[in-house]
């Protein structure tokens, strides 16, 4: 039997399971808001064309109104000044887009501390638990964020009326740490839970936003605002994410899903 004959075989028997990482996409979706002056995507908004009616008889569809960095994304290099030069949307290798991945859960944490971040050290002891990060693979940081994804404050880590005099408040990755990931790991990219790859707080870290900084800049990629990263093992799970090729595109809403043995 060859190799896609057995995993299709896998796939049938349910020794391999395809788990959906994707937030639903819908006009509720906590979207990142940034303040004054800059400028926000806006939330999903379907225009409807036709709904079999005279517009239509026969077919129902929609014009699709929306940010590339809403919901479940995928941020290509370019997104970021860092990476300007690198690939957009478009450009990122089809063979990149189906990868390793593991799972570093720090979700306890997440729920004493909002403003946790992940640190070398905490990746250093991961490995000597359950080996080195993978090469050309996804480091995928479970913070418990996906349980909030409902509720646009608290997945965004604001009081009830959107503003905190101090900022956001989400968990992420520190300075030094994402400059590690960056420059001296394997990894292709990071995916979190969270509204981005940054803490709520980074804005104020040096540099602002290092993840987007220093990951993209690198010429790596980042998954955000996954879901169920609890239903995958710590090691062993493929990911697939398929943004769309938007020519010139920064990003995309992306499907992904990971294939985990039974």
Request: aromatic residues 8%; negative net charge.
């Amino acid at each position: 039997m060859s190799v896609l004959q057995d995993l299709l075989e896998a796939l049938r028997s349910r020794r391999v399971e395809v788990v959906d990482l994707t937030a639903p996409l819908h006009p509720g979706t906590p979207i990142l808001r940034l303040p004054e002056p800059f400028a926000n995507t806006i939330p999903l908004r379907l225009e409807e064309i036709s709904r079999y009616d005279d517009r239509g008889p026969a077919w129902y569809w929609n014009d699709i109104h929306t940010g590339e960095h809403t919901g479940t994304h995928f941020d290509a290099p370019v997104h970021w000044v860092t990476g300007r030069d690198g690939e957009d949307i478009s450009q990122v290798p089809a063979d990149r887009l189906v990868a390793p991945a593991v799972v570093l859960d720090f979700a306890a944490e997440s729920a004493k501390d909002p403003d946790f971040l992940l640190e070398i050290s905490h990746v250093r002891a991961w490995e000597a638990e359950h080996g080195p990060l993978p090469d050309g693979g996804w480091l995928l940081y479970r913070t418990g964020w996906d349980a909030r994804s409902e509720d646009a404050a608290q997945f965004l880590g604001v009081d009830s009326s959107g503003h905190d005099e101090n900022g956001p408040h989400t968990p992420g990755i520190s300075v030094e740490c994402a400059r590690w990931l960056a420059e001296q790991t394997p990894v292709l990219g990071v995916g979190v839970e969270t509204v981005g790859t940054d803490a709520g707080g980074a804005h104020s870290f040096d540099p602002p936003f290092p993840c987007h900084s220093f990951l993209l800049g690198a010429g790596k990629y980042g998954l955000t605002q996954l879901q169920n990263l609890s239903r995958l093992p710590t090691t062993g799970a493929v990911v697939i994410a398929g943004p769309l090729p938007i020519v010139g595109g920064s990003g995309s809403p992306t499907r992904v899903l990971a294939l985990v043995e039974s």
